[in-house]
């Protein structure tokens, strides 16, 4: 093997006549480097929105919701709450009413969401005290608000500030502003409400009610499971929700987004591993005088398949590491200094989020390059394997 290695690498470092060979092993080197790169950087970012959009979403629902199929009072809340604690896994549990509701500016009306919270243990379940920038949630007294920084922009509002509002049934509401957030999703900035619980119920004209129940975990992939055992427990008058099946379709649609640009990306390697292909092609056309000569000191046609494999190897190899050297350093610089602003408007988030994932990302895409190399070395590798010593030094 050491043998077979040592001419690959001479070959491959040739320094005679044939530079041409040495130039176009460079430019297949450059060709994967490149397509591992931009393969890892587009999947980093990919996963970052995956991560981001998960977090943001989490951050403001909880990761069950359970709802009635009936009217659930005050005392039925406080009875499945119980029940509800018991189970190890759940690390908060709060109550709320969710609802819509007009909001009057000057002669503009704009429909928004709303969400009556309990203060002293909403923070159990969701980042809204994370997300506050003015106000603090214990303040949330009854007949207060909390809004959104889009909103609070668009309405001219501040701390504060009075909001006219009116509620499904047409009544209205004169309420105060008490604080404001971000979550850095313009949806929720834009559109979403927080009250009292106390408020929200007057607003909906459900007295002593709870519209829901927010359920936290300590691990937010365990949702299906802790579901399940919920379910078996409080019976069929009530349904369990998981935060995956919050937006199913939009999380569904972001998997298939990204196993769709990792095979679109693959073929900027695939298209490289040709010239690769090319370049042992020429390389044995190249060196038949010396594929003759080793086989007639007695090298066998596997020793001559094994050199041409290894010299593609070789420089799938380099190009497969240096790209992913590359794409982790330019991940890690998008990371750090957020080069690259969204508008918020137009997307989820206002950034271009990265997450590099070693295992599984990067591992797949680099065995993946190098296995696709490996692929392209076979047709060259077995046609140097098959020259006869008398057919390679007939005409030398």
């Given at each position: 093997m050491k043998t077979e290695l040592f001419i690959s690498w001479r070959y491959l470092a040739t320094r005679r006549k044939e530079k041409f060979i040495s130039l176009i092993s460079l430019i297949s080197i450059l060709g994967i480097a490149i397509g591992v790169a931009a393969l890892i950087i587009v999947i980093a970012v990919m996963t970052g929105f995956d991560k981001d959009l998960h977090e943001k979403i989490v951050g403001n629902f909880s990761h069950l919701t359970l709802t009635s199929y009936g009217p659930m009072a005050q005392g039925d809340y406080?009875?499945?709450?119980?029940?509800?604690?018991?189970?190890?896994?759940?690390?908060?549990?709060?109550?709320?009413?969710?609802?819509?509701?007009?909001?009057?500016?000057?002669?503009?009306?704009?429909?928004?969401?709303?969400?009556?919270?309990?203060?002293?243990?909403?923070?159990?379940?969701?980042?809204?005290?994370?997300?506050?920038?003015?106000?603090?949630?214990?303040?949330?007294?009854?007949?207060d608000v909390i809004i959104g920084r889009e909103l609070?922009?668009?309405?001219g509002s501040n701390p504060e500030s009075e909001l006219t509002v009116y509620s499904p049934s047409g009544k209205k509401h004169t309420l105060k502003v008490s604080g404001v957030f971000a979550s850095g999703m313009y949806d929720y900035d834009s559109k979403l409400v927080f009250m009292?619980?106390?408020?929200?119920?007057?607003?909906?004209?459900?007295?002593?009610?709870?519209g829901a129940v927010a359920i936290k975990l300590d691990d937010l992939y365990a949702a299906d499971k802790v579901k399940t055992e919920l379910s078996s427990v409080l019976g069929y008058h009530y349904n369990l929700k998981t935060w995956m099946e919050?937006?199913?379709?939009?999380?569904?649609?972001?998997?298939?987004?990204?196993?769709?640009?990792?095979?679109?990306?693959?073929?900027?390697i695939l298209v490289a591993s040709l010239n690769i292909a090319s370049t042992l092609i020429v390389m044995v056309v190249e060196k038949t005088k010396d594929i003759g000569?080793?086989?007639?000191?007695?090298?066998?046609?596997?020793s001559i398949r094994t050199i041409f494999t290894l010299e593609g190897m070789?420089?799938?190899?380099?190009?497969?590491?240096?790209?992913a050297g590359a794409g982790i350093i330019l991940c890690n610089l998008l990371k750090k200094y957020q080069f690259i602003k969204l508008p918020s408007d137009i997307?989820?988030?206002?950034?271009?989020?990265v997450s590099i994932v070693l295992w599984p990302d990067v591992t797949i895409i680099v065995a993946s390059a190098i296995l696709i190399t490996l692929i392209a070395t076979i047709y060259p590798a077995v046609r140097a394997a098959k020259l006869e010593p008398v057919e390679a030094l007939r005409y030398e």
């Open positions: 406080e009875r499945i709450a119980k029940i509800i604690a018991v189970n190890p896994r759940v690390k908060g549990i709060s109550p709320y009413i969710q609802g819509q509701m007009l909001v009057k500016s000057e002669n503009r009306f704009l429909a928004v969401d709303f969400k009556g919270i309990d203060p002293r243990t909403e923070p159990q379940v969701s980042k809204l005290k994370e997300y506050l920038i003015a106000g603090e949630i214990s303040g949330l007294g009854n007949g609070a922009v668009y309405l009292n619980l106390e408020t929200a119920r007057e607003i909906m004209g459900l007295p002593g009610q709870v919050v937006l199913p379709n939009f999380f569904a649609a972001l998997k298939l987004e990204k196993l769709t640009m990792f095979i679109l990306l693959t073929l900027i000569i080793l086989r007639a000191l007695g090298m066998n046609g596997r070789i420089i799938g190899t380099l190009g497969t590491f240096f790209g997307y989820y988030i206002d950034r271009l989020p």
